[in-house]
């Protein structure tokens, strides 16, 4: 089992920026791949980023790319979120998710651990 706790949601206006984490407890953090995951009102979960197991390789929606960065500190069993540039609709609850492997990064069904998410909420 890993149990993952996200923090560092808030409001934030329109080209503002937040750093999410979050960190995680259980079996062997580092062996994860981690992604982070978003959901609005009345709408899918959608995925936002992911890391491999040792940082090196990142994978970003496209509505994400170049303003979102993904990292983690195995030392720390911490997966961040750096946000900056936000948007309004990048108004959501965020997730992180934990996942043995590396392969269908951005489908939900591929994670096997989510925490509870965070609010975030930009205004405009």
């Known amino acids: 089992q890993v149990q993952l706790v996200e923090s560092g949601g808030g409001l934030v206006q329109a080209g503002g920026s937040l750093r999410l984490s979050c960190a995680a407890s259980?079996?062997?953090?580092?062996?994860?791949?981690m992604g982070w995951f978003r959901q609005a009102p009345g709408k899918e979960r959608e995925f936002v980023a992911a890391?491999?197991?040792?940082?090196?390789?990142?994978y970003y929606a496209g509505s994400v790319k170049g303003r979102f960065t993904i990292s983690r500190d195995n030392a720390k069993n911490t997966v961040y979120l750096q946000m900056n540039s936000l948007k309004p609709e990048d108004t959501a609850v965020y997730y992180c998710a934990a996942e043995s492997r590396w392969r269908d990064l951005d489908d939900t069904r591929g994670y096997d651990y989510w925490g509870q998410g965070t609010q975030v909420t930009v205004s405009s």
């Open positions: 259980g079996r062997t953090f580092s062996q994860y791949t």
């Open positions: 890391v491999s197991w040792t940082g090196g390789s990142k």
